[in-house]
């Protein structure tokens, strides 16, 4: 029942999103914005580019950082995961490609996913922690538009509650897991399971030296994002100021976590257009650099993806042999590690 009634509401959500679409395309001179497309500076473009691409490996370096106390030492198995990661979500709704990097890098490493998973957790919220910041910064000192001054005691508040997080999770202690939880059986059991080597995971790779090189991470991350923004505005001559830049990465961004449609292609648009007309300028041209944006940031990220990790995107998962004295959280090895570590162990 609770399951219907969020695919009802998600229907619902998406119904509405689109409906809005409709109405603001119909508003749209598209001739006067394919006309700023067309005349855009191929070789600023190219270089907005490269600074979006540069952003995206910094977020791999990022899940790096806490992939490695997990025994995935390949820093380019993290781009690679996540560049096809990104790719998948260009073309797919509600950041499916997220949960497609944790299957990639789990079945390469051979490591349970709920591991996998809490080094993603940590990922992602650092990539909401750099969001914050720059929100915080920008509503205490720069001129934003109303709309955005008005979350400020929201978004200090976000901060104060984000960093409290952080300061737990380095102080709460790892735990220990038992192996008699492999006996469990039952969907709940197994869940609970899950949850369990979740926390253990998350627990053992939060530390203040972390924490510390992903924040600076993060920071380096979203003034790549505007500094592109920026880069594309140049190339199709809009010349919006840095302060309008920060509001509209801000506005677009602001419900990274959701993608109503694949690539939030049209919801972005909308959004980006709705900020940078609050400045005063052409709405027309604002569409325009919003589709420039996001073509560098679809078509490239999208080819990088399948060139990197091809057998993700297109090769079935061939099932491992296992033996049944290993336990569920050991990596899958070879016939001949495996035997003798069994010995090993027996």
Same mark, same amino acid.
């Given at each position: 029942?609770?399951?219907?009634?969020?695919?009802?509401?998600?229907?619902?959500?998406?119904?509405?999103?689109?409906?809005?679409?409709?109405?603001?395309?119909?508003?749209?001179?598209?001739?006067?914005?394919?006309?700023?497309?067309?005349?855009?500076?191929?070789?600023?473009?190219?270089?907005?580019?490269?600074?979006?691409?540069?952003?995206?490996?910094?977020?791999?370096?990022?899940?790096?950082?806490?992939?490695?106390?997990?025994?995935?030492?390949?820093?380019?198995?993290?781009?690679?995961?996540?560049?096809?990661?990104?790719?998948?979500?260009?073309?797919?709704?509600?950041?499916?490609?997220?949960?497609?990097?944790?299957?990639?890098?789990?079945?390469?490493?051979?490591?349970?996913?709920?591991?996998?998973?809490?080094?993603?957790?940590?990922?992602?919220?650092?990539?909401?922690?750099?969001?914050?910041?720059?929100?915080?910064?920008?509503?205490?000192?720069?001129?934003?538009?109303?709309?955005?001054?008005?979350?400020?005691?929201?978004?200090?508040?976000?901060?104060?509650?984000?960093?409290?997080?952080?300061?737990?999770?380095?102080?709460?202690?790892?735990?220990?897991?038992?192996?008699?939880?492999?006996?469990?059986?039952?969907?709940?059991?197994?869940?609970?399971?899950?949850?369990?080597?979740?926390?253990?995971?998350?627990?053992?790779?939060?530390?203040?030296?972390?924490?510390?090189?992903?924040?600076?991470?993060?920071?380096?991350?979203?003034?790549?994002?505007?500094?592109?923004?920026?880069?594309?505005?140049?190339?199709?001559?809009?010349?919006?100021?840095?302060?309008?830049?920060?509001?509209?990465?801000?506005?677009?961004?602001?419900?990274?976590?959701?993608?109503? #449609?694949?690539?939030?292609?049209?919801?972005?648009?909308?959004?980006?257009?709705?900020?940078? #007309?609050?400045?005063?300028?052409?709405?027309? #041209?604002?569409?325009?650099?919003?589709?420039?944006?996001?073509?560098?940031?679809?078509?490239?990220?999208?080819?990088?993806?399948?060139?990197?990790?091809?057998?993700?995107?297109?090769?079935?998962?061939?099932?491992?042999?296992?033996?049944?004295?290993?336990?569920?959280?050991?990596?899958?090895?070879?016939?001949?590690?495996?035997?003798?570590?069994?010995?090993?162990?027996?």
């Amino acid at each position: 029942m609770k399951r219907t009634l969020t695919r009802a509401l998600r229907l619902l959500v998406t119904v509405a999103i689109l409906a809005m679409l409709v109405v603001f395309a119909t508003k749209v001179n598209w001739h006067s914005t394919w006309a700023a497309i067309e005349n855009s500076s191929i070789s600023i473009l190219l270089a907005a580019a490269l600074v979006n691409l540069l952003s995206l490996a910094l977020k791999g370096v990022r899940w790096w950082i806490f992939l490695r106390p997990i025994g995935v030492d390949s820093l380019w198995l993290a781009l690679r995961a996540t560049f096809a990661g990104a790719g998948l979500n260009n073309v797919l709704v509600a950041n499916s490609g997220e949960a497609a990097r944790v299957i990639f890098v789990s079945r390469k490493v051979h490591l349970t996913s709920a591991k996998v998973l809490a080094t993603l957790a940590l990922e992602r919220l650092f990539e909401l922690i750099g969001y914050v910041v720059m929100l915080v910064a920008a509503v205490s000192f720069l001129p934003l538009p109303s709309a955005l001054e008005r979350t400020r005691p929201f978004a200090w508040l976000a901060l104060v509650a984000i960093l409290g997080m952080l300061v737990y999770l380095v102080r709460r202690p790892e735990g220990v897991e038992h192996a008699a939880e492999v006996t469990e059986v039952g969907w709940r059991a197994k869940a609970r399971q899950y949850v369990r080597r979740f926390m253990h995971a998350l627990a053992g790779i939060s530390t203040g030296p972390r924490f510390t090189i992903a924040l600076l991470l993060s920071v380096a991350i979203w003034a790549l994002q505007v500094a592109t923004y920026a880069l594309t505005a140049v190339a199709a001559h809009f010349p919006l100021p840095l302060v309008g830049t920060v509001a509209a990465i801000l506005a677009v961004n602001i419900g990274f976590a959701i993608r109503a #449609t694949p690539g939030n292609v049209g919801v972005f648009q909308m959004l980006y257009a709705a900020t940078t #007309t609050a400045f005063g300028f052409d709405q027309n #041209t604002a569409i325009a650099v919003a589709f420039l944006i996001q073509t560098q940031q679809i078509l490239p990220v999208t080819i990088l993806g399948i060139a990197l990790a091809p057998e993700f995107l297109f090769q079935k998962r061939r099932k491992a042999p296992r033996a049944d004295n290993i336990l569920p959280d050991e990596p899958v090895l070879n016939d001949g590690v495996r035997a003798a570590a069994v010995r090993a162990r027996d």
